[in-house]
């Protein structure tokens, strides 16, 4: 699988990083993915935007309340297996209500190669539903632009917490033995 | 216990007292546990965002909101536990530098919301030793009120990612209980800040 995303049916990796710039997002706060790897590269290379690679998920959700405090926009990118690390610290969303705008890489949904990431992965999207978060899911590359765009809406527009999953049909299979 | 390092001989309603006299535009953020209620006893405040679960994350509420509001100086007051709990976000600020940002650890060496249970800290880890370690520009413990003094000058110079671990005695002092509703604490703060709600 390449990382570059600038192959065919790729495009959508850079859709992911221009909606959070048309979102206004100020601040792109992440743990490491291959899927996310074309937002991280150039949240790193854009002035305007705070890039903060943080040591595990939850460190991401109370930044983005302490930048909502301040006044800014931000959204957290991780892989579903963060999103169990994130579950506990989802209170502070729930109950302070700002916006918190979530985009995860899916392992353990499709083909997956190592089992491990199965249960993880399998549980991820009601997991949030439990907690209160607002999911869609992308599987197909034209679907991630307006999935994302209206999951910004409703984070930003309504205070709510939104996650786009971005499955493992669209990120490509993840070649183990090259 | 009898040997245990654990915690000093400062009252910890006397040193957050003094960190916050003459506060100006200063922003705070509590970890949650007794830190809430030693801020909230020093006065309530519109600049003030307490934590009430979210455990592990108020240092990183206060580098996301001092990365937002650089012209403003960021104290983030929190336990020995609370921080504990969240060790890699001295590695991520760390990272970051952000100059308005200090970190005051009350550091009694006990879980005192739960029991007064020894902490990793009370049973030698060094929390401002580990902070140095990341790279924050200036940490120091801290063991007595001149002390304090020092750093309550230094929250407010914005020249450096900034923690003190400050030895307190393990006491659970009356509770003064801050607002538990969290969407009333963050608007509060937002609007003194300038800005409206949705």
């Not at chain 1, 850079?14 to 959070?20: A, E």
């Not at chain 1, 992965?121 to 991630?144: F, I, K």
């Not at chain 2, 009120?145 to 900034?162: F, I, N, Y």
Request: charged share 20%; hydrophobic share 45%.
């Amino acid at each position: 699988m390449s990382d570059a995303g600038e192959g065919p049916g790729q495009a959508w990796r850079q859709d992911v990083f221009d909606i959070l710039k048309a979102a206004d997002v100020k601040h792109i706060v992440y743990v490491p993915d291959a899927g996310h790897s074309t937002a991280i590269r150039l949240a790193n290379e854009d002035n305007a935007i705070n890039s903060v690679v943080l040591t595990t998920e939850e460190e991401g959700i109370g930044y983005l309340a302490g930048a909502w405090l301040g006044g800014e926009r931000g959204a957290l990118l991780m892989q579903s297996s963060g999103v169990g690390n994130c579950i506990n610290t989802l209170a502070l969303q729930t109950c302070t209500r700002f916006p918190l705008l979530m985009v995860v890489t899916m392992r353990g949904d499709w083909a997956e190669f190592n089992g491990w990431q199965n249960p993880m992965g399998q549980a991820t999207e009601r997991a949030l539903n439990l907690m209160g978060v607002l999911t869609w899911r992308a599987d197909e590359p034209q679907d991630v632009a307006p999935l994302l765009r209206g999951a910004a809406s409703m984070a930003f527009n309504g205070d709510s917490a939104c996650a786009l999953l971005l499955g493992q049909r669209l990120i490509g299979e993840k070649q183990w033995v090259k | 216990m009898g040997e245990v390092n654990a915690g000093g001989a400062l009252d910890r309603r006397e040193v957050v007292k003094t960190l916050l006299t003459g506060r100006k535009n200063l922003l705070v953020v509590t970890g949650l546990g007794s830190p809430s209620y030693d801020v909230m006893a020093a006065g309530d405040h519109d600049n003030n965002y307490y934590l009430w679960a979210a455990m592990g994350s108020a240092a990183m509420v206060g580098l996301g909101l001092a990365t937002a509001k650089p012209d403003h100086s960021v104290l983030v007051v929190t336990g020995d536990g609370e921080m504990l709990m969240g060790m890699g976000a001295l590695a991520t600020i760390a990272t970051r530098r952000p100059a308005n940002l200090t970190i005051a650890v009350l550091d009694n060496g006990h879980f005192g919301e739960t029991g007064m249970q020894v902490s990793h800290a009370g049973m030698g880890v060094h929390l401002d030793k580990v902070a140095q370690s990341c790279g924050f520009g200036w940490t120091r413990e801290i063991r007595d009120m001149a002390g304090v003094e020092d750093l309550r000058t230094r929250v407010s110079s914005r020249d450096g990612v900034k923690l003190a671990t400050i030895k307190v005695k393990a006491e659970n002092p009356p509770r003064l209980l801050p607002p538990r509703d969290g969407v009333y604490v963050k608007n509060r703060f937002r609007a003194a800040l300038g800005h409206a709600p949705i």
